[in-house]
């Protein structure tokens, strides 16, 4: 957890492949919180003309579309099975994203909840940028068809043994949620844990 004063309460979101993050970011975002997905500052870092060159000469031209831009489930394939190279891509992408975390929380305006959903959240050691750690999980074979990645099977396995366990997650925890239910089940979660994060805004005590 984040040490000294804070002016905003920072919510860390994580959880395994398809398990509903996104959906709970989102419904983060409807209470009012302040949102970030860890995804998509990924995403907009794999736009950048210099790092998918710098990409394409670490991996080869064959994980580049035709205009040169950065083919992430290519990317995907190619370092499946290789530690070293998911380990090349976590140097390149882990600092931006923590820089984008800091920046965010640090520029909310006061008496924020700021919630960052973030899928390596403990695997990255980001845990302690946040105030509340919020866990969403789900049977392994309902967040295989939910996943939006478009994995095939052996990818989906190959990037769920790159992550912590669940139990990993959950004990690393102040909330946790299993996502086996509707989505209204879900919302009523997020707006509990919204309630708590807000609350953590007079408590002098949060950090």
């Not at 992408?93 to 305006?109: F, G």
């Not at 845990?127 to 866990?135: R, S």
């Not at 996943?147 to 139990?167: C, K, N, V, Y």
């Not at 979660?189 to 309630?195: D, G, K, S």
Request: aromatic share 8%.
């Amino acid at each position: 957890m984040r040490d000294g004063q804070r002016k905003v309460v920072a919510v860390g979101l994580t959880g395994g492949i398809g398990a509903g993050k996104s959906t709970a970011l989102a419904f983060f975002r409807d209470l009012g919180a302040v949102t970030l997905s860890a995804d998509e500052v990924v995403h907009g870092l794999y736009a950048q003309p210099e790092v998918a060159q710098q990409v394409g000469r670490h991996f080869g031209a064959e994980v580049l579309d035709k205009d040169g831009a950065i083919n992430r489930r290519r990317l995907a394939q190619r370092v499946q099975g290789d530690r070293q190279a998911l380990r090349w891509l976590e140097e390149l992408t882990h600092p931006r994203v923590k820089e984008a975390i800091q920046r965010i929380i640090a520029e909310a305006p006061p008496g924020s909840v700021v919630v960052c959903e973030v899928p390596l959240l403990f695997e990255a050691g980001f845990a302690p940028l946040f105030d509340l750690l919020v866990t969403i999980e789900a049977h392994p074979d309902a967040r295989r068809r939910r996943s939006t990645h478009g994995f095939a099977p052996e990818l989906f396995a190959e990037f769920e043994a790159l992550q912590a366990s669940s139990e990993r997650r959950v004990k690393g925890s102040d909330l946790a949620y299993f996502n086996d239910g509707s989505l209204e089940e879900l919302r009523r979660f997020v707006t509990q844990a919204y309630q708590q994060a807000r609350g953590l805004l007079e408590r002098p005590d949060r950090a």
